[in-house]
């Protein structure tokens, strides 16, 4: 049985999304005090059998220029955390499958919100969706650092979303930052079976249970709280979370989309403006 904590693994393609996805994840491994793993998977074995140097052109083939790109995302690790713990990984098929499958024991997995090269154009939809409803630990999906000094933002459902607040909790201690909780009192346009008072009351309680664990979770960490209300869940996420340094929601959800991810991960993956965590774990 793995007694280590885990390290935080990175893919890189060599697109500038996946860059800033290296350096992210380069700044949170040096504020956690994990491991950094980079890892670039190559599809060329997958489209043809000659991967070696041309002749009489050194540092030629298409096995020498994914290891090039390999080591162009070690050194974008390298410069934004300096002294950090580095291993580099490169492996050969298909993207999702394999970030999935090293992901198993470790504490985070972070990619950009896009890309091309190695991941054939990494986008929100495709494998980021892939990887967000598959992996075995938390997800970050990495965009635009809009707002550096903006709080998480922690989204909980009516079951509390403990792994949501964990994962929140660990990420703002690590930034130095504000957590800001919510819970979204969704009311579906004519819906008028409970009165307002009582649908109020019980996402007062959720809310304060979750407040109640993130602070026993955090000492240290200021935290408060919203009950939003919307008649989309999603919406009510990204509006909350418009200026947030981090938004963490579940992998889980209802909806159409609930046997790959939850419909309020996905929404919010879209279109949130800034970073994105997924929470899960491995089954």
Known sequence: MRQDPGAIVVGYDGSDEAAAAVRWAARHARATGSALNVVHCSLWP????????????????????????LEEGVAHAATEAEGLQIKSTL??????????????????????????????????????????????????????????????????????????????????????????????????PGYSRRGPHEAGTEARKV????????RARAPGLRVDGRVLTNTSIPRAILEASKEARMVVVGSQGSGVLKETIGSTAHAVLHHAQGPVLVSRRGS
């Not at 190695?118 to 707002?147: H, K, N």
């Not at 809310?207 to 993130?214: P, S, V």
């Open 46 to 69: 997958l489209l043809t059998r000659h991967l070696g140097p041309v002749p009489g052109v050194s540092n030629s083939g298409l096995e020498q220029s994914a290891r090039s790109v």
């Open 91 to 188: 492996l050969h098929g298909l993207p999702a499958k394999l970030l999935v499958e090293i992901s198993a024991g470790e504490k985070l997995l972070v990619v950009g919100s896009r890309g091309l090269g190695g991941f054939l154009g990494l986008l929100v939809g495709s494998v980021s969706l892939e990887l967000a409803a598959a992996a075995a630990c938390p997800v970050a999906v990495i965009r635009q650092d809009l707002y550096p000094d903006g709080p998480v933002v922690a989204a909980v459902d009516a079951e509390g979303s403990p792994t949501v607040l964990e994962d929140a909790c660990g990420l703002a201690s690590a930034l130095k930052a504000p957590l800001t909780v919510v819970h979204v009192r969704h009311l579906p």
């Open 207 to 214: 809310l304060e249970a979750a407040l109640n664990q993130a």
